[in-house]
């Protein structure tokens, strides 16, 4: 008789955590909240309703830049890009980083010393780390780390998804 009892108990528990579980998925993210003072460079604002954006991206883009999810190490051919060029939010093509600042940091994500200009970015905070969004359009980009080379010591570790690279000749 104990037995039947734990078995309803756990059933019990299961069907109520996959009935919260399915709560959560299927209950839409509140939309990101840009922190008051952010600027962009001339002032520039591109908004858009998730609809659009998701006619707009790929699926993988869509779930990196708007959902804030995360590439698979090496995953982009930009993790090797060596040319001189820009790389530009893929999103609302913002002008983010120079190639002369991008370096290899050996962790399979592009990586770059410092943002084109500084308010091409903007960051926040996310858990033990600092994300890195688009000033212009609040994309997810990736993380800041305090690990890079000089001369800022940073690491702002992009997805390569998030960024469009043009070569300059």
Known sequence: MKQNHLFVLIALLLAGGLWLYGTYIASPRPPHR???G??????RRVEKTDTEW??????SQYNIARERGTEWPNS???THEHRPGMYRCVCCHNPLFEAKTKFDSHTGWPSF??????NAIY????GNRTEVRCSV???HLGHVFNDGPEPTGLRYCMNGVALAFSQVK
Do not use: F, G, H
């Open 54 to 59: 998701k006619e707009l991206l790929t699926r």
């Open 123 to 126: 960051t926040e905070p996310d």
């Open 113 to 118: 010393y410092a943002p084109i200009v500084s």
């Open 38 to 43: 952010v600027t962009s460079p001339n002032n």
């Open 76 to 78: 982009s051919e930009l």
């Open 34 to 36: 840009r922190p008051p």
């Open 137 to 139: 359009c609040d994309a």
